[in-house]
């Protein structure tokens, strides 16, 4: 699984602005395939320069 993109939404249940952050997981072997509807829908996407973005399994 690897980073893709965030992208800010409006929340509606508290209406707060929210950056959502997209992780994908490609089953097929093709890791340069990005899905790519939440920054054709998003106009505030972008791709977080942080030094390391960890992610949690349960």
Same mark, same amino acid.
């Given at each position: &699984?690897? #980073? =893709? =993109?965030?992208?800010?939404?409006?929340?509606?249940?508290?209406? /707060?602005?929210?950056? +959502?952050? &997209? #992780?994908? /997981? *490609? +089953?097929?072997?093709?890791?340069?395939?990005?899905?790519?509807? #939440?920054? *054709?829908?998003?106009?505030?996407? +972008?791709?977080?320069?942080?030094?390391?973005?960890?992610?949690? /399994?349960?």
């Amino acid at each position: &699984m690897k #980073y =893709c =993109c965030s992208y800010e939404e409006q929340w509606k249940p508290k209406d /707060r602005l929210v950056i +959502f952050r &997209m #992780y994908q /997981r *490609n +089953f097929d072997g093709y890791e340069e395939c990005v899905y790519k509807e #939440y920054g *054709n829908r998003y106009p505030d996407h +972008f791709i977080e320069e942080t030094a390391e973005i960890l992610l949690v /399994r349960e």
